[in-house]
């Protein structure tokens, strides 16, 4: 509870004893009028100062107002007819600051929520000098230092181990309690804390470019993304407090004004009494608060709830398109599949420039022309060859968008890629029986042989398709890269309704438009993706989920959605959260719009009174907002 909080806490204390003590010794007069008086400034200061703000500011139809209005109007009722019954006044903002105080306590607890799961900002890092360790400024870190992380602190930087072994927590990251196993040669992401050993971790990237850092600006930038749901309910209480005002205020005047003018009434406040006290409970049932305060909260509860599970949701206009999402597209590598391949063949052309069973000189030849590529496929060639590249025998390396690389190395044309690219150099391919990722290599344009890799499909990747399925996900659809025979192969592992394969970049962003234009009216497309050629995908779809863990930066920028923990089951989880949380949004409009307009209906014709009219605002408040809390809760969802 912050300070704003407990002052609140407090007044509402205060005012609740200082009105038992008022209602059991029962003052009388100018004195009982001076003490209800201070007890209900004790409670509404801040709404009249509010409300006379607006005033002065032009914004005269809000919350305040109806409340400063229906209050202040009530204690001139009561003095008028000198009943003394100032109650009802002091109970209209007393239980107005309750429900006030319950949203300020939701919204405190959802965003203590986020900040416990964001709050990974290191305030610094550990640089060895002269022996010594010497703690600076993340930003002051540059890439390719080597920086300490001692046990209990937070990794401040991406980066690769060089030293060290330890335990990782990555719970704030992906949602993972499990700690992750370490040491020299893997990758870490900053954010992580070191639970056992002393690691020392070459950085990757500057700090503003860090995981931790992309984080925490997707989560700042997702609350300034309202739903549909929300614009409605703020261009319709734009319309709706100004239209409330003015009927009570037609309410106040023109039924009595009929009666003095057809049936000869003589003209008294006596007259308009009673349609005053009607048009002050008409303002207190009419105050907007419960749609106008639970529905961001909902959306923001249900964002918060969805971070806690590793889901990072960019706003809450895309927690609301989740809901329709009625078609998943993904695709394969490192997001189906690990995106780990490994080298399982080896098959060199007896006619080509190697002489014939030379495969360590083809694998050569395919890690040097790889050797700069981050894609997941040259990184596996590079690892197979398992030997330091001499970087200074390559040249003129050319990357052949959805094909493969071309370099020179010793003096020739190394051509390696699909079949495509073998084609482009005019090489005649020899076609690998086996099933896998095949990786043709070409020697001066002649067919030198072809390196077969398998993927790694992810433990996960079945059930989460499964569980897609359950949850009102019509269709599964895989577009790739890969060859026909590969993407078949895993599409029927994995249970996949459609597959696409050879797929150059553009070519899925056509396929994409293609599955959007065949859906029907309302339903929503997502795309799932993890590498820098699926930001043109990610970008087009209706929704585009980004792997977070390993994803590449430009597919999380572009990304609405980001899986920390790389899981595809998180998909499926995703959608159930958003429908709760619509589900959530629709109960609390219903509720609020239903008992309202009953209760306003039945205030023109005097059978709701004070207290009920406390009941139909305040009381539809408080529910609203308990119920929109329940959008936090997103464990067994």
């Given amino acids: 509870m912050n300070k704003k909080q407990r002052i609140m806490l407090t007044r509402i ?64 009722l009561a003095i008028y007819d000198k009943s003394g019954d100032y109650l009802e006044a002091i109970a209209v903002m007393f239980l107005y600051q309750i429900g006030e105080f319950f949203q300020g306590y939701a919204v405190g607890k959802s965003r203590r929520n986020i900040s416990e799961l964001m709050d990974i900002r290191p305030d610094y890092a550990n640089i060895e000098n002269d022996g010594k360790l010497e703690k600076v400024d993340p930003d002051d870190v540059e890439v390719g230092e080597t920086i300490v992380v001692l046990p209990g602190e937070r990794v401040p930087i991406d980066g690769i181990i060089t030293e060290g072994e330890s335990s990782l927590n990555t719970a704030a990251l992906t949602g993972e309690s499990l700690p992750r196993e370490v040491k020299a040669g893997n990758e870490v992401i900053s954010g992580s804390i070191n639970l056992t050993g002393i690691l020392k971790i070459r950085t990757t990237k500057e700090f503003g470019e860090s995981t931790v850092s992309k984080i925490l600006e997707l989560v700042e930038d997702s609350s300034s993304r309202k739903s549909k749901s929300e614009n409605f309910i703020t261009k319709f209480a734009r319309v709706y407090t100004p239209a409330i005002c003015y009927s009570a205020l037609a309410l106040a005047l023109l039924p009595p004004l009929f009666m003095i003018i057809f049936h000869g009434a003589a003209f008294s ?38 971070s806690h599970e590793g889901i990072l949701v960019k706003g809450a206009n895309i927690l609301e398109n989740l809901s329709k999402v009625k078609k998943v597209v993904f695709d394969k590598t490192g997001t189906l599949t690990e995106g780990v391949f490994e080298a399982v063949g080896f098959h060199d052309y007896q006619d080509s420039e190697l002489g014939g069973n030379d495969k360590s000189k083809l694998l050569a030849y395919a890690a040097m022309a790889e050797s700069g590529s981050s894609h997941p496929i040259a990184q596996s060639i590079v690892k197979a060859y398992g030997k330091p590249v001499d970087m200074q025998m390559v040249s003129n390396v050319k990357e052949v968008s959805g094909k493969g690389i071309i370099a020179t190395i010793e003096g020739k044309q190394v051509a390696v890629g699909n079949d495509r690219l073998m084609k482009e150099v005019g090489a005649q391919v020899s076609h690998c029986k086996s099933v896998g990722t095949v990786v043709h290599i070409a020697i001066d344009g002649k067919y030198a042989g072809h390196i077969l890799l398998g993927d790694v499909v992810k433990p996960t990747s079945a059930k989460a398709i499964e569980d897609l399925h359950k949850s009102g996900v019509n269709k599964t659809v895989m577009l790739t890269g890969d060859i026909k025979r590969v993407a078949d192969k895993v599409a029927t592992e994995l249970g996949i309704d459609k597959v696409y394969s050879q797929l150059l970049p553009a070519d899925k962003v056509t396929r994409l438009e293609a599955i959007i234009k065949e859906s029907k009216a309302g339903e929503k497309v997502a795309f799932v993706g993890d590498g820098i050629n699926d930001a043109p995908v990610l970008s087009r779809a209706d929704i585009g989920i980004a792997m977070g863990g390993m994803g590449s930066d430009a597919a999380i920028e572009a990304a609405d959605v980001v899986l920390m923990d790389d899981n595809p089951m998180k998909i499926g989880k995703a959608i159930r959260i958003s429908r709760k949380c619509l589900k959530i949004v629709w109960e609390n409009i219903i509720m609020a719009i239903g008992i309202k307009g009953i209760c306003l209906v039945l205030s023109i014709f005097g059978i709701v009174n004070m207290w009920l009219a406390i009941f139909a605002d305040v009381g539809v408040m408080i529910l609203a907002v308990l119920n929109a809390i329940r959008a936090m809760y997103t464990r067994k969802v």
């Fill in 13 to 76: 204390i205060v005012t609740a004893l200082m009105t038992m003590m008022l209602i059991i010794f029962h003052p009388h007069g100018w004195l009982s009028l001076l003490l209800y008086v201070i007890t209900y400034l004790i409670i509404g200061y801040d709404i009249l100062r509010k409300a006379l703000l607006g005033i002065i500011r032009g914004r005269v139809f809000d919350e305040n107002f109806l409340m400063a209005v229906a209050t202040i109007g009530a204690f001139a």
């Fill in 269 to 306: 406040f006596a007259t308009f009494e009673t349609w005053v006290y009607r048009a002050l409970v008409f303002l207190v049932v009419s105050c907007p608060c419960a749609l106008v305060v639970s529905i961001p909260l909902s959306f923001f509860a249900g964002i918060g709830g969805a």
